[in-house]
């Protein structure tokens, strides 16, 4: 299915590199307009660079969980006119030991990862609502399920689900509110230059997928499209999983 956001505006954050960067090409071959808000410079350079063929990409130094940072991406967005989707995406993950990780990073991770959709939210809501936007949420498979030492990550992602149908209620139905949880998505190819690798898939990780494959980045992408379309327009509140079917797999240790 072909969308199109010809004069629809859009925010990404954690735009530079990984689902962000795939999102924001996927809205741009759709005819919008997007604002990269991405913490690290070289990330953001590199992907506006990138993306400026496909259409009108800004990038906005922007630390999620940073009220003031926040408070500064709404302003540009609003002086260039208006929102029509926000997409709440910026992550980071620290894989610790309980015993071993700090209440600093416990707090790093729940600030970029929950706090920081909450103040994004908030601050664009009102340019959201004049225009009858969306607002896509992008959790985890972690959410709902865990390997060990990833405390943090599960609980803020967990916290992103509920967040969602929260906003759900308090703004619609002007805006409408969805949640998108993938679980494994191969995206080595759109990490920034200096970090990025050959991806090394093997045959067995593509295997152990119900759908037969590991997820790509216009699974998501696309799926956020279709969130943010007039198609969509009776959804809202709910968590969307894309994970090739991993989630329904039963899976039990053969002792032979």
Same mark, same amino acid.
């Given at each position: 299915?072909?969308?199109?956001?010809?004069?629809?505006?859009?925010?990404?954050?954690?735009?530079?590199?990984?689902?962000?960067?795939?999102?924001?090409?996927?809205?741009?071959?759709?005819?919008?307009? @997007?604002?990269?808000?991405?913490?690290? &410079?070289?990330?953001? @350079?590199?992907?506006?660079?990138?993306?400026?063929?496909?259409?009108?990409?800004?990038?906005?130094?922007?630390?999620?969980?940073?009220?003031?940072?926040?408070?500064?991406?709404?302003?540009?967005? &609003?002086?260039?006119?208006?929102?029509?989707?926000?997409?709440?995406?910026?992550?980071?993950?620290?894989?610790?030991?309980?015993?071993?990780? $700090?209440?600093?990073?416990?707090?790093?991770?729940?600030?970029?990862?929950?706090?920081?959709?909450?103040? %994004?939210?908030?601050?664009?809501?009102?340019?959201?609502?004049?225009?009858?936007?969306?607002?896509?949420?992008?959790? $985890?498979?972690?959410?709902?399920?865990?390997?060990?030492?990833?405390? $943090?990550?599960? &609980?803020?992602?967990?916290?992103?689900?509920?967040?969602?149908?929260?906003?759900?209620?308090?703004?619609?139905?002007? @805006?409408?509110?969805?949640?998108? $949880?993938?679980?494994?998505?191969?995206?080595?190819?759109?990490?920034?230059?200096?970090? %990025?690798?050959?991806?090394?898939?093997?045959?067995?990780?593509? &295997?152990?997928?119900?759908?037969?494959?590991?997820?790509?980045?216009?699974?998501?992408?696309?799926?956020?499209?279709?969130?943010?379309?007039?198609?969509?327009?009776?959804?809202?509140?709910?968590?969307?999983? @894309?994970?090739?079917?991993?989630?329904?797999?039963?899976?039990?240790?053969?002792?032979?």
């Amino acid at each position: 299915m072909m969308f199109n956001f010809t004069a629809k505006a859009a925010v990404v954050t954690g735009g530079g590199q990984g689902l962000g960067r795939a999102i924001a090409e996927a809205l741009l071959r759709s005819g919008a307009r @997007v604002w990269l808000a991405e913490c690290d &410079a070289e990330a953001g @350079v590199e992907s506006c660079t990138a993306l400026a063929p496909l259409g009108p990409v800004e990038f906005v130094p922007t630390d999620v969980a940073d009220p003031a940072a926040v408070e500064a991406l709404h302003a540009q967005v &609003a002086a260039a006119g208006g929102l029509d989707l926000l997409v709440n995406n910026a992550a980071v993950m620290v894989r610790k030991p309980l015993a071993e990780l $700090s209440v600093a990073e416990w707090q790093r991770v729940l600030d970029v990862n929950l706090t920081g959709p909450f103040l %994004c939210s908030r601050a664009l809501a009102p340019l959201l609502h004049e225009r009858r936007g969306n607002i896509v949420n992008i959790a $985890s498979t972690r959410a709902l399920m865990s390997e060990p030492h990833t405390e $943090s990550y599960a &609980a803020a992602k967990g916290g992103l689900v509920a967040l969602t149908h929260a906003l759900a209620l308090s703004l619609g139905p002007e @805006v409408r509110v969805n949640c998108i $949880s993938p679980g494994w998505i191969d995206v080595t190819a759109l990490s920034k230059h200096s970090r %990025c690798q050959p991806s090394q898939l093997s045959a067995r990780d593509h &295997a152990q997928h119900p759908a037969g494959r590991v997820g790509r980045p216009e699974d998501v992408a696309g799926m956020v499209l279709y969130l943010a379309s007039d198609a969509a327009g009776f959804i809202t509140g709910q968590n969307f999983v @894309v994970d090739g079917g991993m989630t329904r797999k039963m899976i039990y240790v053969d002792d032979q």
